[in-house]
């Protein structure tokens, strides 16, 4: 990443923060309706400890669900990726529950499991498992046929193809998909806790926004993006290192 682009990752919030700022001030606009900045920041600052309390309940609920659905989701591409049959069979089966909206199983998770903390995990997990094996399964049905000839005509069987190109090939889709679902699962927690839940930013939303506090709302905004970038970052991070070969240019988060 050069100087000038480190500069405008900086200088672009800064400018929308500013702009954002003078329009509520300039405008009069009530507090109710859209807080400036400086009453979030405020916000943040006069509910710190009860942000964290809710906020690290989110962040539990998020990874616990996203590393499930990295296990599944990987695991599942990899058999529909690597399995004709499979992908025929299975294929249909995940678009067609991906479709459902997720917002109308968490009811029935609730019946299930009771309010709290299951609910949100599965959620977070049921939004993040899908681009995963999406992405995994793309990454070994577009191995080369004849890539595959070749590895078969020196005695390599299905197992082999897959273990030793088609999991390495897929590695860069993983990782892309890994940045999209950590910010479908905080997605997900997030719908849980404001739907059926005592705990978590979700929750924590809906009692402010009860009590018209819009910029402790706005606030919660605010901490749910921060988590979410940070760990759009260390995913990055983890991408450049593990997938270099396969990474041309830049990486948003991670400097070169």
């Known amino acids: 990443m050069t100087k000038l682009e480190r500069l405008g990752s900086v200088l672009l919030p800064v400018l929308l923060i500013f702009i954002w700022q003078a329009a509520c001030v300039g405008l009069k606009i009530p507090s109710f309706v859209l807080p400036a900045p400086s009453e979030i920041a405020i916000a943040l600052w006069d509910n710190l400890y009860i942000i964290w309390f809710h906020s690290s309940q989110t ?26 049959f499979a992908y025929s069979s299975l294929y249909p089966m995940l678009v067609g529950f991906n479709s459902v ?45 004849e890539l595959r ?3 078969r005509s020196l005695g390599a069987n299905q197992l082999d193809i897959v273990r030793k190109i088609g999991i390495p090939r897929s590695l860069p889709y993983l990782f892309a998909s890994l940045k999209i679902s950590i910010t479908l699962a905080f997605v997900g927690s997030v719908i849980s806790e404001t739907l059926a ?17 819009v910029s402790l709302v706005f ?17 990055a991070m983890i991408e450049k290192r593990m997938t270099a070969w396969a990474v041309r240019g830049t990486t948003f988060g991670v400097g070169g």
Do not use: C, H
């Open 219 to 235: 606030a919660g905004l605010v901490v749910i993006a921060a988590m979410g970038i940070a760990m759009y970052v260390i995913f």
């Open 59 to 84: 962040l539990l609920t998020t990874v616990i669900g996203f590393a499930v659905a990295v296990v599944f989701g990987a695991l599942l591409g990899i058999l529909v990726g690597s399995s004709r």
């Open 149 to 151: 000839d070749v590895l």
């Open 197 to 213: 839940s005592n705990r978590g930013i979700g929750t924590l939303m809906t009692q402010a926004s009860a009590n018209f506090r």
């Open 101 to 145: 909206p997720k917002v109308a199983i968490v009811p029935i998770l609730v019946v299930w499991f009771g309010i709290g903390t299951v609910p949100a995990v599965l959620t977070a997990f049921m939004l993040s498992f899908f681009p995963i094996a999406v992405n995994v399964a793309t990454g070994l049905a577009t191995i080369e046929p």
